[in-house]
Nanobody
Framework: VQLQASGGGLVQPGGSLRLSCVVS????????LAWSRQVPGKERELVAS???????DYADSVKGRFTVSRDSAKNMLYLQMNSLKPEDSAVYYC??????WGQGTQVTVSS
């Protein structure tokens, strides 16, 4: 199983980004998928997760601004990030199940 995240970049405060994660080598239909983020010197933080049936969970810090979604037909996971703040700057990682991680994609929110 491999995961490839993309869509990060530099954005101004208040802006939006959409992260994508393609999963290969398996089907995503039966697993919970998640996005986490990490800044240097801090532990990785769970940002959002989505269960096989579509139930979603978010960190309090991103509720109302981020939306996680999945497309099982395309084996894709997404994270729509709106109203971005400088404190959202981090490397974002996608996760398949409980232990398979993709490489990160850098998100920088700065003016």
């Amino acid at each position: 199983v491999q995961l490839q995240a993309s869509g990060g970049g530099l954005v101004q405060p208040g802006g939006s980004l959409r992260l994508s994660c393609v999963v290969s080598g398996t089907t995503i239909r039966l697993k919970t998928l998640a996005w986490s983020r990490q800044v240097p010197g801090k532990e990785r933080e769970l940002v959002a997760s989505i269960a096989p049936g579509g139930a979603k969970d978010y960190a309090d810090s991103v509720k109302g601004r981020f939306t996680v979604s999945r497309d099982s037909a395309k084996n894709m996971l997404y994270l729509q990030m709106n109203s971005l703040k400088p404190e959202d700057s981090a490397v974002y990682y996608c996760r398949y199940g409980t232990s398979v991680w993709g490489q990160g994609t850098q998100v920088t929110v700065s003016s």
